[in-house]
């Protein structure tokens, strides 16, 4: 049997990828930018590494752990590395026969837009000095991007076919081809996908963590635009519109937890970035949800209460994360047990 496992299962340890000087972090006319850009970064960490182990990938371990008051449960790994967004260039973990295997698909730099081959690169690099143990890994020529799908552990895969059919992605294949890879590689035999739905700002194509998230096996956590005049209204309109017609394996209709959408946030240049509370992190034992000194920040906290009443949830302000288009689940990447 394969599968890839929910993000609420046991996990072994959370890999992040820290700013640095050759990323586009880094403001030759602004050095505090790249301070500001770690606070992030250095706040996930600490949340993740209460509980559960870290992995660090940075340019330089000695000045990044040094950052820290304590690296209890931290392991700071130096890596070459083009950007930060981990999600979607980490591993891939799946379940074989319940035994574990770490998937390395290739990463392209959403479709091209950005450089990557030092991103793409990091999954053999850390598994070659032995971070991985014994996990087998395979390496695959087919671009799939963590942050692209969302499993619910027994085989059903939640997508959006503006990113998978997307022909800066393996040329454009069709949902019957993209199904075929997930089955062989993931073990997917049911393929849920949102046809409509996306965040102004957002480099991937419409990523499914912006957007709908799995919470459990039947409940589908989304964004929910109420505010007509918002330019996101129509689109997440039918794509709340087309989750009500999803089902489970057993026929039955999901349970949906509709998220606020984020007031608009914008850059100097007035373009507007990629807020969502959907870009939440399941851990061990906590959740991770990103806040934006929003109205609605309170709000979606109290959200998360309820889905997830046994676990400590946390907020994590990502501001600074969103300049870069991306937040807090796209900076950070679990491997299951």
Known sequence: ????????????????????????????????????ALSPFIRIAQAIAYSEAVYIIC???????????STRNMTFIEIPTNDTWIRDYGYISIKENEESKLLDFTFDGWGG????????????????????????????????EGGSIESDGEGT????????????????????????????YLGAD?????????????????????????VNKETIAYVKCDDKED?????LKKMEEQLQTFTTKEGNAYKLAALPMCEGKYDDENHRLPATYANFLI????????????????????????LFPDKEIIPIK???????????????????Y
């Open 283 to 306: 851990t061990n034992d906590t959740l991770l949800y990103p806040t934006y000194n929003d109205k609605n920040d309170k709000q979606a906290g109290e959200i998360f209460k309820a």
């Open 1 to 36: 049997m394969l599968r890839m496992p929910a993000e609420w299962e046991k996990q072994r340890v959370v890999l992040l990828s820290f700013p640095h000087e050759d990323t586009d972090w880094h403001n030759e006319a602004c050095e505090s930018d790249l301070e500001a």
């Open 231 to 235: 330019e996101h209204y129509e689109a």
């Open 113 to 144: 837009k950005f450089k990557a081959d030092l991103d793409n690169t990091v999954n053999s690099a850390l598994h070659k000095k032995g971070y991985m143990g014994t996990t087998p890994l395979e390496t695959i020529d087919f671009v799939l």
């Open 157 to 184: 895969i939640l997508t959006t076919s503006a990113c998978l059919c997307n022909k800066n992605r393996n040329g454009g294949l069709s949902k019957k081809e993209i199904e075929e890879t997930l089955l062989h």
């Open 59 to 69: 340019k330089n371990k000695e000045k990044i752990s040094s950052l820290f008051c």
């Open 318 to 336: 990502c501001l600074k994360l969103i300049e870069q288009g991306g937040s807090l689940h796209c900076s950070t990447m679990q491997i299951a």
């Open 190 to 214: 049911k393929v849920l996908w949102l046809d409509h739905g996306y965040l102004a700002g957002d480099d991937t194509d419409s990523h499914i963590d912006t957007l709908a998230r799995f």
